[in-house]
């Protein structure tokens, strides 16, 4: 690996100056499960490593029933995914996040690395998009917020400017009728990438019969994690019947445009899309009426 | 050529102090630096979990921290694993069951495995291999591993 400096920020401020004043040398070290093999692969090159491990703010899994749940960048997938709140409350975005990599992996990397990395095959990318979670960016010109579905723009890129950094994700409060669910194929049995994935989720009305608003977003089909709006808009006002479930599933089919490698064929991934945004819905409305 | 950082850190219970350069992975240090050589560089990309060891309780694969990175921390290798006394159960059944061939990856898996029991003494199958997803095996298949992980679980569950 290329030889570089290393710092354990201990405030947000001063991982702001740090990266201020490296002009775009620096890096945030969270898990280091991406970025220190690509590294040392010298897919990408850094002159300093801000480790952001022992900053509350960046490590934090908080919740608030005003402001939702704050998923530090930094939190680990093992620290969320053993979150007794985050496990009974958010399910959905449980079954994404346990799915990145083994036990080894799961203690160090981050949900935020994933998000930050920008795969489109992304686990945690399309729950995140389906629960309405959004960015919050620290960088000296202030902090903004923004959507999860704007984040990624290309495969391995995403918005943040020079001098930015991803401080936390924020996922919506719970919500009374809601349920999400996340799933992916794989041609193995445990620990491979995506061939495609499919997270839905919906908030029934009080009678549990009738969808007041749905998201669905695929990974691995597209350049980025990919949100189908016009699903969702699709379902809003429906009755959650088979057949609406199944135009659903149709419309994000449509939606996908994935590529030919050598995980799956196009045509297999566009199969995919629709059995798995079925299962997905499936079960984020049985998830809503337990709710 | 940046400069060389020194990190303190308790590696199977012993206090240890070092010098490393920031780019260096645990991995590295511990089998150049400390002479720890147990834990093996297989893929080095974080697959195969040859270079596993036990950080405050946490199994990582060393080649993925940074040696920086421990500076405060216990780690355990599986230099750590066995006693003045004489080997740990899991290291008895991985022989009792020849859950090993060629012994590349074992470091890996007893550290793994050693992992899994202290906080959950008696896995069911599933949950060992779910557990041992992370760790590459080439020759035995993996069911003589898993056979031993859940020989091993059983005296230690009768011991507690």
Known sequence: ?291 | MNKTVRVQAAINGEEVEFLCEPRQSLLEVLRETLGLTGAKEGCNNGNCGACNVILDGALVNSCLVLAVEINGCHVTTIEGIATAQGLHPLQEKYISHAALQCGFCTPGFIVASKALLDQNPNPSEGEVRQWLAGNLCRCTGYDRIVRAVMDAARPQEENT
Request: charge should be neutral.
């Open chain 1, 1 to 291: 690996m290329q030889a570089l400096d290393y710092v354990s920020a201990g405030r947000v401020e001063e991982v702001i100056g740090l990266l201020a004043s490296n002009n775009g040398r620096a890096r945030i070290l969270c898990g280091g499960t991406d970025l220190l093999v690509q590294l040392r692969e010298n897919r990408l090159s850094a002159e300093l490593l801000i480790d952001v491990k022992h900053i509350p703010e960046f490590t934090s899994i908080q919740y608030d029933d005003r402001t939702g749940l704050w998923l530090g960048a930094a939190a680990s997938c093992h620290a969320i995914c053993h979150d007794p709140f985050v496990v009974k409350n958010y399910p959905g975005l449980v079954d994404a996040i346990n799915l990145i990599g083994g036990v080894q992996i799961q203690y160090r990397a981050s949900v935020g690395g994933n998000l930050c990395n920008a795969s489109p095959a992304a686990d945690s990318i399309p729950a995140l998009i389906v629960h309405e979670a959004s960015c919050i960016i620290v960088g000296s010109n202030g902090t903004r917020e923004i959507p999860v579905e704007r984040f990624c723009i290309a495969p391995g890129k995403n918005v943040l400017l020079n001098g930015e950094c991803l401080l936390a994700i924020k996922v919506p409060a719970v919500k009374e009728n809601f349920g999400a669910h996340y799933l992916r194929f794989i041609p193995r049995n445990e620990m491979d990438i995506a061939i495609a994935g499919a997270g839905a989720s919906v908030a029934l009305d009080h009678a549990q019969q009738r969808i007041l608003s749905a998201r669905i977003a695929l990974g691995a089909v597209a350049p980025t994690p990919l949100f189908v709006e016009e699903a969702g808009m699709f379902l809003a006002g429906k009755e959650t019947g088979e057949e609406n479930i199944r135009e659903a599933a149709r419309i994000a089919q449509a939606a996908a445009r994935p590529i030919s490698d050598l995980r799956g064929t196009e045509a297999y991934r566009k199969h995919l899309c629709a059995v798995l945004t079925r299962r997905a819905l499936e079960k984020a409305i049985e998830r809503a009426r337990a709710s």
